[in-house]
């Protein structure tokens, strides 16, 4: 599960990659026999097969039990039919594969990768169905993984970080399930037990809540036969409910006392839906103004003019509901009063002003000039494949990225940046030193 959570985090973060205009990867779809959604693309540069199966079985369905997803998902590898975790890892390894799988808020993942190969891929695909369809949640794994999990959660409450953003989150989603930690809680993990893992896999991890991605050197004729293996004899079962809508939420200024050297700010609201129609323009904007690089509107300023952080960043989360807008930087206790009027100063002037021309033309060139990287390999693909999936996004957003991009104009950005972000909706929230 550890070495997948860098993977999963660039699937759910996709929507920040450039794409192309032309039909350069041909997406194809269909239904297996008992309702999953395949995405398939044929990639034959190299004789290797990307598979994942993603649910909608996130923390947003952890209700009262919160860490159940997360314990789930873990679970899954940790024994199925007669094989214990070391014989099913050990099976992978015998054939050059790799599983991995992971939790985020909306979703649960099991993904693998395999040569194609009938003697590899075979073994590795009927590896991969036992951990799908027959795990047996040793209850021993169970005590162990809520162990780490309660050993992780310590360690991260010691992480300025992470308890801004816990504070952020509440802060901003209230009760909605978007405010709950995939991690769970310390009074939760406890609590969690075998009947409960048992009733959230036989819930979630069902056919009509699933999308199953393949990418790789195999035929159409051989996507079919493999996406039918995997979820063959996986219950059809439910899909779930569409989330609650997200309020706009109250400003707020909450300063949390800690004992570290720096301080941990984040300055954001709630903000748009991943397939919101203004999506992309906002995505524009929030590069212009906080991208990753040093050109970007905060890093000139806030770092390079004042000097007050060695990094500033702003971005539009994307979430299927409404996710957030936020701003993150850390800063020396004594400058954290300056780095945040500077900042809300900064966002003041970009709400009122819009980029200027020169820099919606760099923003363009660079969105543009890297698509290679989005279709790179075969995991790059499956992670364009999964953020359609994902978020219900036209097959043919691929090919028309290029000219939506160019199309995009000043105007539009500070009109649709300015309905967004609102600075009388605005949650500042500070972790460190003393108030």
Same mark, same amino acid.
């Given at each position: 599960?550890?070495?997948?959570? /860098?993977?999963?985090?660039?699937?759910?973060?996709?929507?920040?990659? %450039?794409?192309?205009?032309?039909?350069?990867?041909?997406?194809?779809?269909?239904?297996?026999?008992?309702?999953?959604?395949?995405?398939?693309?044929?990639?034959?540069? =190299?004789?290797?097969?990307?598979?994942?199966?993603? #649910?909608?079985?996130?923390?947003? /369905?952890?209700?009262?039990?919160?860490?159940?997803?997360?314990?789930?998902?873990?679970?899954?590898?940790?024994?199925?039919?007669?094989?214990?975790?070391?014989?099913?890892?050990?099976?992978? !390894?015998?054939?050059?594969?790799?599983? *991995?799988?992971?939790?985020?808020?909306?979703?649960?993942?099991?993904? #693998?990768? *395999?040569?194609?190969?009938?003697?590899?891929? $075979?073994?590795?695909?009927?590896?991969?169905? &036992?951990?799908?369809?027959?795990?047996?949640?040793?209850?021993?794994?169970?005590? $162990?993984?809520?162990?780490?999990?309660?050993?992780?959660?310590?360690?991260?409450?010691?992480? +300025?970080?992470?308890?801004?953003?816990?504070? #952020?989150?509440?802060?901003?989603?209230?009760?909605? %399930?978007?405010?709950?930690? *995939?991690?769970?809680?310390?009074?939760?993990?406890?609590?969690l037990n075998k009947a409960q893992v048992k009733m959230?896999?036989?819930?979630?991890?069902?056919?009509?809540?699933?999308?199953? =991605?393949?990418?790789?050197?195999? *035929?159409?004729?051989?996507?079919?036969?493999?996406?039918?293996?995997?979820?063959?004899?996986?219950?059809?079962?439910?899909?779930?409910? %569409?989330?609650?809508?997200? +309020?706009?939420?109250?400003?707020?200024?909450?300063?949390?006392?800690?004992?570290?050297?720096?301080?941990?700010?984040?300055?954001?609201?709630?903000?748009?839906?991943?397939?919101?129609?203004? @999506?992309?323009?906002?995505?524009?904007?929030?590069?212009?103004?906080?991208?990753?690089?040093?050109?970007?509107? &905060?890093?000139?300023?806030? $770092?390079?003019?004042?000097?007050?952080?060695?990094?500033?960043?702003?971005?539009?989360?994307?979430?299927?509901?409404?996710?957030?807008?936020?701003?993150?930087?850390?800063?020396?206790?004594?400058?954290?009063?300056?780095?945040?009027?500077i900042t809300k100063q900064e966002l003041s002037r970009y709400?009122?002003?819009?980029?200027?021309?020169?820099?919606?033309?760099?923003?363009?060139? @660079? &969105?543009?000039?890297?698509?290679?990287?989005? =279709?790179?390999?075969?995991?790059?693909?499956?992670?364009?494949?999964?953020? =359609?999936?994902?978020?219900? &996004? +036209?097959?043919? /957003?691929?090919?028309?990225?290029?000219?939506?991009?160019?199309?995009?104009?000043?105007?539009?950005?500070?009109? !649709?940046?300015?309905?967004?972000?609102?600075?009388?909706?605005?949650?500042?929230?500070?972790?460190?030193?003393?108030?």
């Open positions: 599960m550890k070495n997948f959570k /860098y993977l999963f985090e660039l699937i759910m973060c996709l929507v920040s990659l %450039p794409l192309m205009a032309k039909p350069v990867v041909h997406i194809q779809q269909w239904q297996t026999k008992n309702g999953a959604r395949v995405l398939f693309v044929r990639a034959p540069q =190299i004789p290797m097969l990307d598979a994942a199966v993603i #649910f909608k079985a996130g923390s947003v /369905y952890d209700a009262k039990h919160a860490g159940l997803a997360t314990l789930t998902n873990a679970m899954l590898n940790e024994g199925a039919g007669r094989l214990n975790a070391n014989q099913l890892a050990e099976t992978f !390894d015998g054939v050059g594969a790799e599983f *991995s799988n992971g939790v985020d808020k909306e979703s649960g993942l099991l993904a #693998f990768r *395999s040569l194609v190969k009938p003697q590899y891929l $075979r073994k590795a695909l009927n590896n991969f169905e &036992l951990i799908l369809k027959y795990p047996t949640f040793p209850n021993k794994s169970i005590v $162990r993984i809520k162990k780490q999990m309660l050993i992780s959660l310590q360690a991260s409450k010691q992480q +300025p970080n992470y308890v801004a953003q816990r504070t #952020f989150s509440k802060l901003i989603w209230g009760k909605h %399930p978007y405010a709950n930690s *995939s991690r769970g809680n310390e009074h939760s993990i406890p609590l959230f896999y036989q819930r979630y991890y069902v056919a009509n809540n699933a999308t199953v =991605i393949l990418v790789g050197d195999v *035929s159409t004729a051989q996507a079919k036969i493999i996406a039918e293996k995997i979820m063959h004899k996986l219950p059809a079962g439910k899909k779930v409910a %569409p989330l609650v809508k997200v +309020p706009n939420n109250k400003a707020a200024v909450k300063h949390l006392d800690f004992p570290s050297s720096q301080t941990s700010i984040l300055i954001g609201e709630v903000g748009v839906s991943r397939n919101d129609k203004n @999506y992309l323009a906002l995505s524009v904007a929030s590069y212009i103004l906080g991208g990753n690089n040093l050109n970007s509107i &905060l890093m000139s300023t806030v $770092r390079e003019k004042y000097g007050l952080t060695y990094g500033i960043y702003g971005q539009f989360q994307a979430l299927t509901q409404k996710g957030a807008f936020i701003i993150s930087l850390k800063t020396r206790n004594d400058q954290a009063a300056r780095a945040i009027d709400i009122e002003n819009g980029p200027t021309q020169k820099q919606l033309n760099a923003a363009k060139s @660079y &969105l543009l000039g890297s698509f290679p990287l989005a =279709i790179a390999s075969n995991a790059s693909l499956l992670q364009n494949l999964a953020t =359609i999936a994902t978020y219900n &996004l +036209p097959l043919n /957003y691929l090919d028309t990225y290029r000219k939506r991009v160019r199309a995009l104009t000043v105007q539009k950005i500070k009109t !649709d940046f300015q309905k967004a972000v609102r600075e009388n909706r605005l949650v500042v929230v500070s972790v460190g030193g003393k108030s």
